[in-house]
């Protein structure tokens, strides 16, 4: 308790920890609440390309032969989406005229519903007179819907996509915070505790990869493996082990030493025992806040190998290449297109780099005896 109060008292640290929760739980819920449920957030209204936020837009609503995803579980959907069951015609205007329907498509897209509509069209075989058809019709088949963060270049709902690609991000850092950790411990804490030539081989690897651009390593490590999202979560993970091989391996350098150590030599207990059982607990703090600078710091990696098309592919949805596919329009006076994105993964990454400063904080034993004694 005396940690989760010193960690609230940075304001930074608390306000980037809700930011995070938000973004977490919008990216959980995913296809739950976005406006747009279909994969990817994927559906186009090419005449609806880059509308302004706010915008609304009637649409007629025809139901589809092959209704493909209707009978799909609720975590399914909540993973992939699902396909929908009727097409969406943006109109400027519909009217109803005795017992047929006549819209005005936006743009030429849709020839074939121009004029006068049969009431078969729209799956309806029966009908009493002209008001029940245009109660009916009012009822179930025009739709209004609004674009909260407008539409992108291919008439996609910003919004949605930007919730989707908030998985993305998220995935990414947690993959790669994983992968580092699970290679960076391992060969920190060998040559920690057994020195010698181990050291020695550990270390070479390690200044190796240190010398070498992070970002330049990633296009080397994506090149070679294929493009990909899971690719992007082995290259990300991949090195960013450096920096926890390094901590871990100061960190047992210094405890190794330690009485308790000694003690635990002493009473037989084996090389893997004292590593895993008995020095690495001490590391587990310095991991945390390293761990979150390493999940900020694959986050900016992810959308800078998204923006050059060397990321997750089309048409999964990734701030990285919202902005790529968009950066033109900062000179067409849409510039929310571009910055929307931009924003967000600035505000992320802020956000963890507030949380491991007030984790540091909150872990430094030190500083806090040194406090409590002073006060």
């Known amino acids: 308790m005396f940690l989760l109060r010193k960690f609230f008292k940075n304001r930074l640290a608390t306000i980037g920890l809700i930011y995070v929760s938000i973004v977490g739980i919008a990216a959980i819920l995913g296809y739950f609440i976005t406006p747009d449920k279909t994969p990817y957030a994927n559906q186009q209204f090419i005449e609806l390309n880059a509308l302004p936020p706010g915008s609304k837009v009637l649409f007629l609503s025809v139901p589809q032969k092959n209704e493909k995803g209707t009978h799909m579980t609720w975590y399914k959907v909540l993973l992939y989406g699902q396909q929908s069951s009727y097409q969406l015609i943006p109109i400027k205007s519909y009217q109803v005229i005795d017992t047929m329907l006549k819209v005005e498509p936006i743009g030429m897209v849709y020839p074939e519903y121009r004029g006068l509509i049969a009431p078969s069209l729209l799956g309806i075989h029966q009908v009493r007179d002209s008001a029940n058809f245009a109660h009916t019709v009012a009822k179930l088949y025009i739709v209004e819907k609004k674009f909260w963060l407008g539409t992108d270049r291919m008439g996609r709902d910003v919004l949605s996509r930007l919730i989707i690609g908030a998985r993305v991000s998220l995935s990414v850092g947690i993959a790669a915070v994983i992968i580092s950790l699970l290679i960076g411990i391992s060969l920190g804490a060998i040559a920690g505790y057994f020195r010698g030539t181990i050291d020695k081989i550990v270390m070479w690897l390690i200044n190796v990869t240190w010398s070498i651009p992070t970002l330049l390593l990633v296009l080397s490590l994506t090149l070679v493996i294929k493009k990909g999202l899971f690719q992007v979560f082995v290259a990300i993970g991949l090195t960013m082990w450096v920096d926890v091989a390094r901590m871990v391996r100061g960190q047992i350098l210094s405890l190794r030493e330690k009485e308790?150590?000694?003690?635990?030599?002493?009473?037989?207990?084996?090389?893997?025992?004292?590593?895993?059982?008995?020095?690495?607990?001490?590391?587990?703090?310095?991991?945390?806040?390293?761990?979150?600078?390493?999940?900020?710091?694959?986050?900016?990696?992810?959308?800078?190998?998204?923006?050059?098309?060397?990321?997750?592919?089309?048409?999964?949805?990734?701030?990285?290449?919202?902005?790529?596919?968009?950066?033109?329009?900062?000179?067409?006076?849409?510039?929310?297109?571009?910055?929307?994105?931009?924003?967000?993964?600035?505000?992320?990454t802020l956000s963890f780099i507030y949380i491991g400063n007030g984790l540091r904080d909150a872990l430094d034993i030190k500083n806090s005896v040194t406090n409590s004694v002073s006060s």
């Open 260 to 348: 308790f150590v000694e003690a635990c030599r002493a009473m037989g207990f084996g090389h893997i025992r004292i590593l895993f059982r008995h020095i690495l607990p001490f590391t587990i703090a310095p991991l945390i806040i390293v761990s979150t600078s390493n999940f900020a710091s694959a986050i900016l990696i992810e959308s800078g190998l998204s923006f050059l098309g060397l990321g997750v592919q089309p048409p999964v949805p990734s701030w990285g290449s919202m902005i790529k596919e968009h950066y033109g329009y900062l000179l067409l006076g849409k510039a929310y297109l571009p910055l929307v994105p931009g924003l967000a993964i600035a505000l992320l």
